[in-house]
């Protein structure tokens, strides 16, 4: 009877520890069916643009838009440089905060949408026109957490493992009453 009962146990032991190997939720084994999470990320809404001589980034933080330019070859920032942005009914002039970081008040971009964007950079001898999408996505409402078929697996068998266990106590005491008697 001991030597069933420890083989149980090893059998148990074994195929609980290959349930770490199957495939779960979140990632690509192969099927395209599946279909994949939108991004999650806590990231402020920015645009890119870049031409041969200039690269931006502009991000919306709050109330204000941040302007980042850089030379395209060097990725140095561009500094003292007349920045003018159109977009809609928008149209401003950007103020240098720091070297190559420049600002826009940003109570424009309210609204989710997307906004085309046209940001004109003067600076020294060099003069571009630069175009991007600002896009404002609605704010994400009750994302649905699912449970994948391989975590009920594994809650299953973890559950079986337990009444196995209780049921392999309830014989043994059992087996020492008869032997008392």
Same mark, same amino acid.
Do not use: C
């Given at each position: 009877?001991?030597?069933?009962?420890r083989?149980?146990f090893?059998? $148990? #032991?074994l195929?609980?520890s290959s349930?770490?190997?199957?495939?779960?939720? *979140? =990632?690509d084994?192969?099927d395209? !069916?599946?279909a994949?999470?939108a991004?999650?990320s806590g990231a402020?809404?920015?645009?890119?643009a870049q031409?041969?001589?200039?690269e931006l980034?502009?991000?919306?933080?709050?109330?204000k838009?941040t302007?980042?330019?850089?030379?395209?070859?060097?990725?140095?920032?561009?500094?003292?440089?007349?920045?003018?942005?159109?977009g809609?009914s928008l149209k $401003? #002039?950007?103020t240098?905060?720091?070297?190559g970081?420049?600002?826009?008040? *940003? =109570?424009?971009?309210v609204?989710? !949408?997307?906004?085309p964007l046209?940001?004109?950079?003067?600076?020294?001898?060099?003069?571009?026109?630069l175009?991007?999408?600002?896009?404002?996505a609605?704010p994400?409402?009750?994302?649905?957490?699912s449970?994948?078929?391989s975590?009920?697996?594994?809650w299953?068998?973890?559950?079986?493992?337990?009444?196995?266990?209780?049921?392999?106590?309830v014989?043994?005491?059992?087996?020492?009453?008869?032997?008392r008697?």
């Amino acid at each position: 009877m001991k030597q069933s009962i420890r083989t149980f146990f090893i059998t $148990a #032991v074994l195929a609980l520890s290959s349930l770490s190997a199957w495939a779960h939720g *979140g =990632e690509d084994h192969g099927d395209e !069916g599946n279909a994949r999470p939108a991004p999650t990320s806590g990231a402020a809404p920015r645009a890119i643009a870049q031409t041969e001589e200039f690269e931006l980034v502009a991000v919306l933080e709050g109330n204000k838009l941040t302007l980042t330019v850089d030379r395209f070859a060097t990725n140095e920032p561009v500094v003292d440089a007349q920045i003018e942005l159109e977009g809609g009914s928008l149209k $401003a #002039v950007a103020t240098q905060g720091a070297p190559g970081v420049y600002t826009i008040p *940003g =109570e424009h971009f309210v609204a989710p !949408g997307k906004y085309p964007l046209a940001i004109s950079i003067e600076a020294g001898e060099s003069a571009d026109l630069l175009t991007t999408t600002l896009d404002l996505a609605a704010p994400a409402t009750g994302v649905e957490h699912s449970h994948a078929a391989s975590e009920w697996s594994i809650w299953g068998a973890a559950g079986t493992l337990l009444l196995a266990g209780a049921g392999l106590i309830v014989l043994r005491r059992r087996h020492k009453n008869r032997n008392r008697n």
